[in-house]
T-cell receptor, first 115, second 114 residues
Framework: GENVEQHPSTLSVQEGDSAVIKCTYS??????FPWYKQELGKRPQLIIDIRSNVGEKKDQRIAVTLNKTAKHFSLHITETQPEDSAVYFC??????????????FGTGTRLKVLA | NAGVMQNPRHLVRRRGQEARLRCSPMKGHSHVYWYRQLPEEGLKFMVYLQKENIIDESGMPKERFSAEFPKEGPSILRIQQVVRGDSAAYFC????????????FGQGTRLTVV
């Protein structure tokens, strides 16, 4: 069935360093890949997304890259700050046998930015 | 636009009781997803609904759990005869359509079974 794997499960970085989170997906028909940030006790919120017609997208300190051939996509956070500490989820839109779509989430990465 | 509204935010039920969780999607959104999140864990897909239709319920337990999204009113996730293992945060998300568009999450309902 559809699957999204996410690594690492936890990541600690020093303030100012970069953080990279990687995901792989199984459904070759997936064409939309959002990333969500969930702070403790709060709802997941979209921080960036990428569609399959581009290989990279950047928004200030956050960037996402997509390799459709390898079915990989990654989140890059540069110049990390303490407020970046949260759980990050990747997701992919997957199709099921009847041709409908659903969001499948990775298992999450707990990022800690150490001051 | 008030965003995705879930209520209640916190729900305490005794074992054997029923839990009803409500989700009002964003205005203009006709697609609703329910996810379950255990402490320190990820978002587990439960069910995907459109108005009056269940599109995919492959993540729903076969017994005690049901979901609906009527023509009028919020989507309801219903858990009958709750057990302690049902304690979790339940998030709903809505989107305008199912492909290539952002899903917005509600604040979640934290269910505690005592």
């Amino acid at each position: 069935g559809e699957n999204v794997e996410q690594h690492p499960s936890t990541l600690s970085v020093q303030e100012g360093d970069s953080a990279v989170i990687k995901c792989t997906y199984s459904d070759s028909a997936s064409n939309y890949f959002p990333w969500y940030k969930q702070e403790l006790g709060k709802r997941p919120q979209l921080i960036i997304d990428i569609r399959s017609n581009v290989g990279e997208k950047k928004d200030q300190r956050i960037a996402v890259t997509l390799n459709k051939t390898a079915k990989h996509f990654s989140l890059h956070i540069t110049e990390t700050q303490p407020e970046d500490s949260a759980v990050y989820f990747c997701a992919a839109i997957a199709t099921n046998t009847s041709g409908t779509y659903k969001y499948i989430f990775g298992t999450g990465t707990r990022l800690k930015v150490l001051a | 636009n008030a965003g995705v509204m879930q209520n209640p935010r916190h729900l305490v039920r005794r074992r054997g009781q029923e839990a009803r969780l409500r989700c009002s999607p964003m205005k203009g959104h006709s697609h609703v997803y329910w996810y379950r999140q255990l402490p320190e864990e990820g978002l587990k897909f439960m069910v995907y609904l459109q108005k009056e239709n269940i599109i995919d319920e492959s993540g729903m337990p076969k017994e005690r759990f049901s979901a609906e999204f009527p023509k009028e009113g919020p989507s309801i996730l219903r858990i009958q005869q709750v057990v302690r293992g049902d304690s979790a945060a339940y998030f709903c998300a809505s989107s305008r359509d199912a492909q290539n568009t952002e899903a917005f999450f509600g604040q979640g309902t934290r269910l505690t079974v005592v």
